[in-house]
């Protein structure tokens, strides 16, 4: 049987992201496109950030879906343009907060400013556990590259706030 | 189309490797918890950039390199890395340094080297070799945390205690000299220059220095005054450091080559 581009889109779509496994891999645009070529299909993903160590993984597991469905279709790496969080739709916002991770405000519009970017982003960050917006960042960088560790003043929670990229 | 010289990809990816394998020290060391996991992050994000240079790298020049041999099998002497970057995480074993770890060195290095790489990623990415202009809209992105993760840092130490100031002056004094080698031209800068795919970093200094500057000044810390000897660990004439640096990262795939696992 020949699979059309939808049959492909649906047999990956309950791909989830290994760290983050209530978001979906088409849902955090990670999974971005699936095309027919002149050598056949290919399944588009792109990276997050450069060195995430999931990629590998990511990879595998659209793989081994195409496999199970029996699917012959090529899997290729696109960095260009490059991922960004403002392809996130909002159902997997929404999902993120449930989780308990603060999701990414859009990217900051004016980032060529680059001599103040240390403090560009001034926009509060929502307690996903309370909502209130009495929050504080604790580091940069949290438990992986893309998320940053804040603290919630009010319920006095810890929280990860995935950061706009 | 104009692409960049494969010696210029090396330096850049070179560059991210060393402060990668630097970063990475850290790991299980952090002076908090936090840090501890934040270096890790900057330094998986240093190693990815260094990975997509090192693939693009031996995709163009074939015969068989693969970012494995480019990493892991090149002596010091091919590396063109910044002598900045391969330098130990602190400075002369005097004074304030009571251990081999110096977190003031680290994120004085860190922030010195992505003031520049946020300039550079940002030109870049708006190179005509579609390869090079990729990687580089990716790695800004990420540089731009790693800028705002060290000079925060900078910040908190230069107008932090008498200690941490200190401190933070004797890592900016000893490092600040080896900043001069960013603003003289490589050959291989010079070809990328030439070939259209890349800026001449000279006409970045401007905007270096104002980062800088803005920086410094919030941390009450003196930018100090550089002159002599410029390095050239770009051109591959590297401090002693680079091959004791490259012995621990290259020592596991040199003992076990095409190990897999």
Request: proline share 5%.
């Amino acid at each position: 049987m020949h699979a059309t581009i939808d049959d492909i889109w649906s047999a990956l779509d309950h791909l989830t992201d290994p760290e983050i496994p209530v978001v979906t891999l088409r849902e955090l645009g990670i999974l971005r496109d699936i095309r027919e070529t002149a050598d056949g299909i290919e399944v588009v993903i792109t990276p997050t950030y450069s060195g995430c160590p999931a990629m590998g993984q990511i990879e595998d597991d659209v793989r081994a879906s195409l496999r199970q469905a029996g699917i012959e279709a090529r899997v290729v790496t696109q960095l260009a343009p490059a991922w960004t969080t403002d392809w996130m739709s909002d159902e997997a916002k929404a999902k993120l907060r449930a989780y308990g991770i603060a999701p990414p405000h859009t990217t900051p519009s004016d980032t060529s400013v680059i001599r103040f970017v240390r403090r560009a982003d001034t926009r509060p960050v929502a307690c996903p556990q309370c909502g209130s917006t009495n929050t504080t960042l604790s580091s940069q960088f949290g438990s992986t590259a893309c998320k940053a560790l804040y603290k919630c003043l009010d319920c006095q929670e810890p929280f990860d706030y995935f950061k706009p990229y | 189309m104009s692409t960049a010289p494969n010696d210029y990809l090396l330096h850049l990816a070179d560059n991210a490797v060393v402060l990668g394998q630097r970063d990475a020290e850290w790991c299980g060391h952090g002076p908090i918890l936090e840090e501890d996991l934040a270096l890790a992050n900057v330094s998986l994000d240093l190693i990815g950039q260094a990975r997509l240079l090192y693939q693009l790298a031996a995709a163009r020049s074939g015969g068989g390199a693969t970012e494995d041999s480019l990493a892991y099998f090149r002596d010091d002497t091919a590396f063109r890395n910044y002598t900045l970057l391969e330098l130990p995480n602190h400075g002369a074993l005097v004074g304030y340094a009571a251990s081999d770890r110096d977190y003031a060195t680290t994120i004085v290095r860190n922030f010195l080297y992505s003031a520049l790489m946020v300039l550079l990623w940002d030109a870049l990415q708006k190179s005509p070799d579609a390869d090079l202009a990729a990687i580089a809209a990716k790695s800004l992105k990420e540089a731009r945390y790693h800028l705002h993760h060290a000079a925060d840092w900078v910040v908190k130490f230069g107008d932090g205690t008498e200690e941490s100031h200190a401190r933070a002056q004797a890592a900016l004094d000893h490092l600040f000299p080896y900043t001069e080698e960013f603003w003289t031209p490589s050959a291989a800068e010079d070809a990328a220059i030439a070939s259209g795919a890349a800026v001449d970093v000279r006409t970045l200094r401007a905007a270096w220095d104002a980062i800088v500057a803005d920086t410094l000044a919030e941390a009450t810390l003196k930018r100090p005054e550089v002159r002599g000897y410029v390095p050239e660990g770009k051109q591959g004439r590297h401090s002693e450091h680079l091959s004791y640096l490259l012995g621990e990262m290259q020592g596991l795939a040199r003992a076990h080559p095409d190990g897999t696992w």
